[in-house]
């Protein structure tokens, strides 16, 4: 077993529930190690094959996107929030200088829905590779209109269709279509997926993701 630095995240909650979920979808991957800041991910292989770090984002991502469907919200991570700056503060032209820091956030968690969740993850994982794309996507650094949009057909792949996406998972044709529309509505700046804008976005990206979370938590609820 060799060990990857995990990419950092905004808040030691996501951290821990990360840990939580992982624990579950893949035991042994995601741990803490005594004496240092951050996460880091354990796989089997050697140092130098290039398979087996891919294997380590790949079993990160999907974890995140997991956690990213139980709250569209949570999973930030510090690059996505630095938004393409490197590191370090801010400064004038005279030498001050400040130090970004996001807020802190808690979540209300009700017995025992992080461990359903995980389980169902768990279970789908295995059983639909639909699902397994689906999450991988979820967890995609700065995500796009693009990413929300294909996660949407992957589930249309899986139940056949919008319709079937209706029948078992609830979720209107109106409001699938809301999503699609938006994705080719926005400009590529706010997160679309075409070099013009042609129309009003009914949903914004952030309502775009809360919506692709809701999708995703009914997808997983199937196998709990």
Not at 75 to 88: I, Q, S, V
């Amino acid at each position: 077993m060799i060990s990857f630095p995990a990419p950092a995240l905004c808040q030691g909650a996501d951290e821990d529930l990360l840990i939580e979920i992982g624990g579950v979808v893949f035991p042994g991957c995601i741990k803490r190690s005594q004496g240092e800041n951050g996460l880091r991910l354990w796989v089997e292989g050697g140092p130098t094959d290039p398979a087996v770090r891919i294997d380590a984002l790949a079993k990160f991502q999907t974890v995140l996107g997991v956690l990213r469907a139980w709250r569209s919200g949570a999973g930030e991570r510090r690059d996505e929030m630095r938004a393409g700056l490197g590191d370090g503060p801010v400064r004038d032209e005279d030498g001050n200088q400040w130090i970004l820091a996001g807020s802190t956030i808690s979540y209300g968690i009700m017995g025992g829905e992080i461990e359903k969740l995980a389980a169902g993850a768990r279970l789908g994982l295995d059983a639909s590779q639909n699902l397994r794309n689906a999450l991988w996507l979820n967890g995609r650094l700065d995500q796009t209109a693009a990413d929300f949009y294909m996660i949407h057909e992957y589930a249309e792949e899986e139940f056949g269709g919008t319709r079937g996406i209706t029948d078992v998972l609830g979720l209107s044709g109106k409001s699938q279509s809301s999503l699609t529309k938006s994705a080719n509505s926005l400009s590529p700046l706010a997160g679309g997926r075409h070099a013009k804008a042609d129309a009003v976005a009914a949903m914004t990206l952030d309502e775009q993701c809360e919506y692709v979370a809701e999708l995703l938590r009914l997808w997983i609820a199937q196998y709990e």
